[in-house]
Structures are given as structure tokens and as C-alpha cells.
């Protein structure tokens, strides 16, 4: 059975930092791409960061420069460091595992983060 489980969400004020973590299980993490994932109330659910299982990382414009996503494959874990967090940060985030060969996704519970004073 596979799971992914985030944690680490919560209410910040602005400018303030928050990270996300996602420990996944039931499948071989490090062959995964990663990606964290978030929707705003009204709006479509938006990729927000990647890391794949070779190669470079890639953001969304809009976090570009104050998130950092992470991965530690002896822990099957995916980390979203976010920092100068804004309102327009809030929103649900959610984990996912991709796999090309063969083709599987997974996606996680989702976990709130808020950004307001």
C-alpha cells in the first residue's frame, strides 16, 4: 500500500517560514520524481516545486527564491522549506510521487498551510 504523508503546515504571519515535509512509503522512493502541489480555495491545484530523481530543480515563478524543496531518498522524505511566506501562499500542499517507467502517481492527503496576521 503505498502513502504519502505530509506534515508541517500550520498558521504563519507574513514573513515568516514554515517546512513541509512528506515521507512516503510502499514504493521505491528514490526512483521517484517529487513534487509538492498546492490549491487555493477557488482555484486549480498548482505545481509549486520539483525534484526529480536525477537532475535539477524547478519552481514556480512565484516562489522562486523563497522555497526550497529537498529530498533525502535513506529517509523517503520530501522537505518544503518556505520562507518570507505571503498571504497568496495560503493554500493546501500536497506531496506527489511520479514515476515515468512504468507510469504511477501518488498524491498525499494535503496539509493547510495559512500565511496572515
Known amino acids: 500500500q503505498v502513502q504519502l504523508v505530509e506534515s508541517g503546515g500550520g498558521l504563519v504571519q507574513p514573513g ?45 515563478g512565484s516562489v522562486q527564491g523563497r522555497f526550497t524543496i529537498s529530498r533525502d531518498n535513506a529517509k523517503s522524505t520530501v522537505y518544503l522549506q518556505m520562507d518570507s511566506l505571503k498571504p497568496d501562499d495560503t493554500a493546501v500542499y500536497y506531496c506527489n510521487a511520479n514515476s515515468s517507467i512504468p507510469a504511477l502517481n501518488y498524491w498525499g492527503q494535503g496539509t493547510q498551510v495559512t500565511v496572515s496576521s
Request: glycine content about 12%.
Open 16 to 60: 515568516g517560514s514554515l517546512r513541509l515535509s512528506c515521507t512516503a512509503s510502499g514504493i521505491p522512493f528514490s526512483l521517484y520524481d517529487m513534487g509538492w502541489y498546492r490549491q487555493a480555495p477557488g482555484k486549480q491545484r498548482e505545481l509549486v516545486a520539483l525534484i526529480p530523481m536525477r537532475g535539477t530543480t524547478n519552481y514556480a
